[in-house]
């Protein structure tokens, strides 16, 4: 994907008149960023409160399983779909949900999350289950009228995604016999397959483009193996039975993914977006995911828990790759300069702060926990507080240059 695809206006024949409709619902990157962001800043306070016992639980499933499913289901499908619904008219140059179809799929988003809280489970479930499947349809018939077979197993794994929240909700009321965390590992994996693709794009071609002159050759055999050994560890790591024999070969597929992705990294020479933030988050974000896969090899090694390899993957990648993409994404599609501002550099280094005390923190002091616990969040909750300041006006209103998007 070049970087003109990820901003290029669709053909005029497929262009809703620049005037038409409420700007938040033009495009889904505006409400669902907005809307993730918001989520970002509410959740987490709510889940440190009832980790740390200030709060007594109203919530419509354990707090630990809350918060890993909302952080997945709730806050990162939240920008994946909103991603995908602004870049899917880019790929094929046909509309895609806006107005009272796009406020639907947001109604249906945020109606979740408030149903996880306040509502009986039922409602929760039924109302958590509609969203991914309804998108997934929607990419699937754009992607097969337009001929875009490339994007197709973006498709794909948006209906794994739901196959996997409906797993999670049948082990939940035990429906079937497998741990809830099993399907929200699922979950993970899935989701951090979709940044190993979408990175492997975006990350080379804007390095790029900020670098007069630089050529970066996509090798397509280290492309192939880091995507394939990358899904087998996460595959081993999901549904593999338990015992030392497979758990020494989830390891070595965890180390050697992580391997794969330093090399695939390292030709996409980083070290040259050191001066543009909006490039360096990107990077920095991208090789959480190798540190991420090396944690969770020493967790089947039996070296550490799998609580670092897990939070380097969501907080440090997912967390990371989200705070960069909706900065970029989002002043492409409004008409703003692709140059992140002070306030989002701080953004970027309060993200990755986080994803350090998350992760590195509880390692090196595990006493400590609960007051690390504390300082994450206060880093994560002031970077999406400062993209919901700087980005809300953006959002709500019509583009600078009065064009659609």
């Not at 669902?32 to 009832?50: D, K, N, S, T």
């Not at 909700?169 to 190993?196: D, K, Q, T």
């Not at 790029?208 to 397509?220: C, Q």
């Not at 015992?243 to 020479?269: I, M, S």
Request: proline share 7%; with cysteine.
């Amino acid at each position: 994907m070049s970087v003109q695809t990820l901003h290029a206006a669709p053909p005029e024949a497929t262009e809703a008149p620049p005037t038409a409709g409420w700007p938040l619902l033009r495009l889904g990157f505006r409400p669902l960023y907005l809307g993730a962001a918001l989520f970002a800043v509410l959740a987490i306070p709510l889940w440190i409160a009832l980790f740390l016992g200030q709060l007594t639980s109203p919530l419509a499933v354990p707090p630990l399983l809350w918060h890993a499913h909302e952080m997945l289901f709730g806050f990162a499908v939240a920008v994946i779909v909103g991603f995908l619904l602004t870049a899917g008219r880019a790929w094929t140059g046909l509309a895609t949900p806006r107005g009272a179809f796009l406020g639907v799929l947001v109604l249906l988003w945020a109606a979740a999350r408030v149903a996880a809280v306040v509502g009986p489970y039922p409602v929760y479930a039924l109302l958590d289950l509609v969203l991914l499947p309804l998108v997934a349809a929607v990419m699937v018939d754009l992607l097969v009228r337009a001929r875009n077979r490339r994007n197709l197993p973006l498709a794909g794994i948006l209906v794994l995604l739901s196959l996997a929240n409906g797993a999670f909700h049948l082990a939940v009321i035990g429906a079937i016999s497998i741990a809830p965390l099993s399907a929200l590992h699922a979950g993970l994996a899935l989701i951090v397959m979709i940044e190993c693709v979408i990175a492997g794009r975006v990350i080379p071609a804007f390095t790029m483009s900020a670098t007069p002159g630089l050529k970066l050759a996509t090798r397509p055999a280290l492309e192939r193996a880091t995507l394939s050994f990358t899904a087998l560890a996460l595959a081993l790591w999901v549904v593999a039975p338990s015992g030392a024999v497979w758990a020494a070969a989830g390891g070595a597929a965890f180390a050697l993914a992580a391997a794969l992705h330093l090399v695939r990294q390292w030709r996409w020479q980083p070290a040259k977006t050191r001066g543009r933030p909006i490039l360096w988050i990107l990077h920095a974000a991208y090789a959480c995911i190798a540190i991420g896969l090396g944690l969770l090899a020493l967790a089947q090694f039996g070296r550490i828990g799998v609580s670092a390899g897990v939070h380097a993957l969501a907080v440090g990648a997912t967390g990371g790759l989200i705070i960069g993409m909706i900065t970029r994404t989002a002043r492409g599609h409004t008409g703003r300069p692709i140059k992140a501002s002070k306030a989002e550099v701080l953004a970027y280094g309060l993200v990755m702060t986080a994803a350090a005390l998350r992760v590195l923190g509880p390692l090196a002091m595990p006493q400590g926990l609960p007051h690390l616990l504390v300082c994450a969040a206060l880093a994560w909750c002031a970077a999406f507080a400062i993209y919901i300041v700087v980005y809300t006006p953006w959002l709500i209103r019509i583009r600078p240059d009065g064009k659609d998007g």
